[in-house]
T-cell receptor
Framework: DTGVSQNPRHKITKRGQNVTFRCDPI?????LYWYRQTLGQGPEFLTY????????KSRLLSDRFSAERPKGSFSTLEIQRTEQGDSAMYLC???????????FGSGTRLTVV | EDQVTQSPEALRLQEGESSSLNCSYT??????LFWYRQDPGKGPEFLFT???AGEEKEKERLKATLTKKESFLHITAPKPEDSATYLC?????????????FGSGTRLLVRP
């Protein structure tokens, strides 16, 4: 297993465009998380899946954001009508239990111009 | 409100100069405290989990300790390759989602 994989690594988009990111978790992990990190800050929780069910969404996740995890495998995070304030690193993480910390992917850096 | 504060924001050390990073937390019951290392342009890398006051964990030059209000990450005789941002996070006891609340991190630079 190569860990948590995120694609693309970088995305530059024009304001108002839609973007979609993909996360492939560690195969035996049933929990998947999305976080957002801006420069100089720690990651902030966006949403959480257990298998295919989205069980919690942060208030940070406006109506323009949607996440899915079909069949409890990979996950996608879509941002519609991007704004400059959406520029950040989007991190995906997975875990299989509460004992150990998450395994994070390398993130997708989004720049909205 | 659950909160994590890390200090200092940045720390410059000479190679071999030991020091400590602080993580103060306010949480409605602690399920676990986590330390991560983050290199530029990469995701956080898990280092330690601490569960109860008095607990200590060690890994190479790093040692993490936990009290009821704070955690310390002690770095003994650091090397330039220890340069990174160190993040502290807590998992509140009453939270069912397993989400973590992170501090803003301490940027560590170790000069040769």
């Amino acid at each position: 297993d190569t860990g948590v994989s995120q694609n693309p690594r970088h995305k530059i988009t024009k304001r108002g465009q839609n973007v979609t990111f993909r996360c492939d978790p560690i195969s035996e992990h049933n929990r998947l998380y999305w976080y957002r990190q801006t420069l100089g800050q720690g990651p902030e929780f966006l949403t959480y899946f257990q298998n295919e069910a989205q069980l919690e969404k942060s208030r940070l996740l406006s109506d323009r954001f949607s996440a899915e995890r079909p069949k409890g495998s990979f996950s996608t995070l879509e941002i519609q009508r991007t704004e400059q304030g959406d520029s950040a690193m989007y991190l995906c993480a997975s875990s299989s239990g509460q004992i150990y910390g998450y395994t994070f992917g390398s993130g997708t850096r989004l720049t909205v111009v | 409100e659950d909160q994590v504060t890390q200090s200092p924001e940045a720390l410059r050390l000479q190679e071999g100069e030991s020091s400590s990073l602080n993580c103060s937390y306010t949480v409605s019951g602690l399920r676990g405290l986590f330390w991560y290392r983050q290199d530029p342009g990469k995701g956080p890398e898990f280092l330690f989990t601490l569960y109860s006051a008095g607990e200590e964990k060690e890994k190479e030059r790093l040692k993490a300790t936990l009290t009821k209000k704070e955690s310390f990450l002690h770095i003994t005789a650091p090397k330039p390759e220890d340069s990174a941002t160190y993040l502290c996070a807590v998992r509140p006891e009453m939270d069912s989602s397993y989400k973590l609340i992170f501090g803003s991190g301490t940027r560590l630079l170790v000069r040769p």
